[in-house]
């Protein structure tokens, strides 16, 4: 039985770069600041009999006898080792933000329990006093009680966490069993590279080899000598591991041009015609999968499904493994090309599986889409998550940033875009109105071995209205040069400051936009400062688009509306007898009231479908109850809810995002599963809670009458059974405290 670890190694294979004509940077970045968009958090796990919690902090320090206003609790340790800068773990109240010269944030966005706080190192305003910035780094750690796991022969560790860290990432939890004496580490980093915040908020990690079965752990999170920006952790839990859990890690998605360089990586857009040629060969796949529990799991592998405009069009299994072995990882390859065939929405879906039934599904998934347009080649999607910028490497009046396209067969350019960001966070350290760029487009000339100027466009000044926008400039045509042949290019802004060379980045900085939204090829973004003229990877996935001359994609689409009510049905707010949904946005003036939503087959799921909006569009729009604004979606003046449509549209919303609306009730503070969901009547409910709270239990059938009602006292968790076997097949609402979810007897 062969067994394989997923090396170091094996992660240059899929390390797409063009060493030959890109030289990497060897100068370090410089810390900025951004925005940033919060990632999506899988719901928490379904126990399952499994994952029962023996610890849980939430971190509620809050003392108001104390002059800093929190006190460490019994058994806690905060320490910096050596005591050199009195730069310590601190406690923040959930309103607290987190600032310094770098950083400007409303606190730990991540946090399930940001109301009674959290532990965070800030690092940058440590290094950011009355107008002075430092440069210290630190060694900062904080450390739990000492633990006794002795009766736990599986430990499962999960937490929250938001951070962002300058130099490279170093930020690690350690466990010891044997008084601090040795000690095991696990990276908390998962991929993020400098600069960058979190890639993975909520870790979920098997500490079993260290501290099952154990009655002295220690455990300790560790900051190791960065001096810039912040780490944040808050609702660490220990319980029992699942029997089994596969997780899936490092997905990869290549798209192949079956040349041998096979370079090209993930692309957000491409052009049909470019899929249509010789050298486009579709997708693979790559992806580690890893043991998280306490089973060794068998006939694992991967799985690839895509999905055109709805519809599956491709299938694949990787090769099987016999065995993954507890705690160990093993890499699945998929090989068979998928090969897109026509204009549409192709949705990737990666999934780990094995023939166990996995105790956490959500972490065995990855997903991701592109698109096959008619003229826009793009490696970034439409929204911004972060900006990019030459700051870290010069920022020189004149500076260039491009992203590499390999174009697979003869076309005729037309045009580039780019994102131009000002940043909301600090204005003066941005693109400003004044400042101006222009456009080029590059070509890797093989017999020369240089980068050779193909097509430019005019010198554009920036205006108010293009900031945080797509600015699109036509290319200087002469008939003959804005026809390309196939070969490898670089669409590139070159952006003016009227700062001159390395100017004061505070003051004179062009930035534009940045996509983190995917799993792009290292190597895609590039620069090249005015002072030189090679090449260097740049980190940050700039948003530049290359724009080519060819038309026939669909102008315009159906959207298909869905939105969840079970909330408001089981609590009243919403009677499906007399109450109709309607949903008003920017489509229809936002007056919705002719756009009434229906639920055919009595589910709670209410849906109505526009016709022919215009495809790439960004949608704004609210779902209301009786046309009436006073009772349409997050009353308190919430943001709009936002859609950008495309080939395909099917929205999946759930009425005000799941929060309860004109009904007072206790809050559930954790999560709740039932199961198995479909039953022929019989379900297994299970509750985790952060602190004691009192359950009510009550199950409706669509109508809103009650068929079963329980109140469980003053608990922790809880699991019991429910039996529905005497009532009419159909769906029903069980509603816990304020979660309510639906089940289904059948």
Request: proline share 5%; aromatic share 14%; glycine share 8%.
């Amino acid at each position: 039985m062969k067994r394989f670890t997923l090396l170091l190694m094996m992660l240059s294979l899929v390390v797409l770069t063009y060493g030959q004509k890109i030289k990497p940077s060897a100068v370090p970045p410089v810390p900025f600041s951004n925005e940033q968009k919060m990632l999506q958090i899988p719901a928490d796990s379904k126990l399952k009999g499994e994952g029962e919690v023996f610890f849980h902090e939430t971190f509620n320090w809050k003392d108001p006898s104390n002059p800093r206003g929190w006190s460490l609790p019994a058994g806690w340790q905060i320490v910096e080792d050596g005591d050199t800068y009195g730069f310590k773990w601190i406690w923040r109240a959930g309103t607290d933000s987190i600032r310094g010269r770098y950083t400007f944030l409303p606190g730990h966005i991540y946090s399930k329990t940001p109301e009674d706080g959290y532990l965070v190192l800030p690092m940058d305003e440590y290094n950011y006093v009355d107008g002075i910035t430092t440069a210290l780094g630190s060694v900062a750690w904080f450390q739990l009680p000492e633990l006794d796991c002795s009766t736990h022969p599986t430990v499962m560790l999960k937490f929250r966490q938001y951070f962002r860290c300058n130099p490279t990432p170093d930020i690690k939890v350690y466990v010891s069993n044997d008084l601090g004496v040795h000690w095991s580490s696990y990276n908390m980093v998962y991929e993020t590279k400098v600069n960058n915040f979190a890639n993975n908020p909520s870790p979920e990690i098997n500490i079993s080899d260290v501290a099952g079965g154990m009655n002295h752990v220690w455990i300790k999170f560790v900051w190791n000598a960065m001096a810039r920006y912040f780490w944040c952790v808050d609702d660490i839990t220990l319980s029992e591991a699942y029997n089994n859990e596969l997780q899936l890690e490092t997905p990869w998605l290549y798209m192949t041009d079956l040349e041998a360089n096979d370079d090209e990586g993930f692309m957000y857009m491409i052009p049909a015609a470019q899929t249509s040629a010789d050298g486009f060969g579709g997708y693979t796949f790559r992806a580690g999968l890893w043991n998280a529990g306490r089973d060794d799991q068998e006939s694992c592998f991967l799985n690839a499904e895509i999905f055109k405009n709805g519809v599956s069009i491709y299938n694949q299994n990787s090769t099987k493994v016999t065995d993954i072995w507890s705690l160990q990882r093993d890499t699945f390859a998929i090989t068979t090309t998928s090969a897109a065939s026509g204009y549409g929405n192709y949705d990737i879906v990666l999934t780990a599986k094995q023939k166990a039934t996995d105790g956490s599904p959500a972490n065995n998934v990855y997903r991701d889409t592109y698109y096959v347009t008619d003229s826009v080649y793009s490696a970034a999607d439409w929204e911004w998550e972060t900006y990019a910028s030459t700051a870290g490497h010069g920022n020189n009046d004149g500076d260039y940033m491009g992203i590499l396209y390999d174009i697979k067969k003869a076309t005729e350019v037309n045009s580039i875009s780019c994102m131009i960001m000002q940043r909301k966070d600090n204005p003066n350290a941005s693109t400003k109105p004044g400042f101006s760029f222009q456009y080029w487009l590059f070509k890797w000339n093989i017999e020369d071995q240089l980068w050779n100027e193909v097509l430019y466009s005019s010198n554009v000044e920036i205006t108010q209205p293009m900031l945080n926008t797509w600015v699109t400039v036509p290319m200087e045509k002469d008939g003959e040069s804005e026809f390309i042949e196939p070969g490898q290019y670089i669409a590139a802004i070159q952006q003016f400051h009227g700062g001159g060379l390395a100017p004061d980045n505070n003051t004179y900085r062009f930035t534009i936009g940045s996509d983190k939204s995917h799993r792009y090829s290292d190597g895609k973004t590039v620069y090249r400062l005015i002072t030189g003229d090679t090449w260097s990877n740049l980190e940050d996935l700039s948003m530049i688009r290359l724009n080519v001359n060819s038309t026939g994609a669909p102008k315009t689409a159906d959207v298909v509306f869905n939105v969840d009510m079970t909330l408001p049905i089981a609590n009243g707010y919403f009677k499906p007898a007399s109450d109709f949904v309607d949903v008003a946005g920017t489509f229809n003036g936002w007056n919705g009231t002719s756009h009434h939503l229906t639920d055919a087959d009595g589910d709670g799921i209410y849906t109505l479908t526009i016709p022919a909006l215009g495809t790439f569009e960004k949608l704004e729009y609210k779902y209301r109850i009786n046309g009436d604004w006073n009772t349409s979606e997050f009353p308190s003046g919430g943001p709009n809810r936002v859609y950008r449509t495309s080939f395909y549209n099917v929205l999946k919303d759930v009425y005000n995002n799941g929060k309860s609306m004109g009904v007072n009730l206790n809050t559930l503070t954790a999560s709740m599963s039932v199961y198995p969901n479909p039953s022929s009547g019989e379900f297994t409910l299970s509750v985790t809670n952060t602190q004691v709270t009192d359950l009510n239990i009550q199950i409706t059938n669509m109508q809103g009458q009650s068929v079963y009602q329980n109140q469980v006292k003053s608990v922790l968790d809880y699991e019991g059974t429910i039996n529905l076997t005497e009532f009419a097949k159909g769906v029903y609402f069980l509603k816990v405290n304020n979660q309510v979810q639906k089940i289904l007897v059948q």
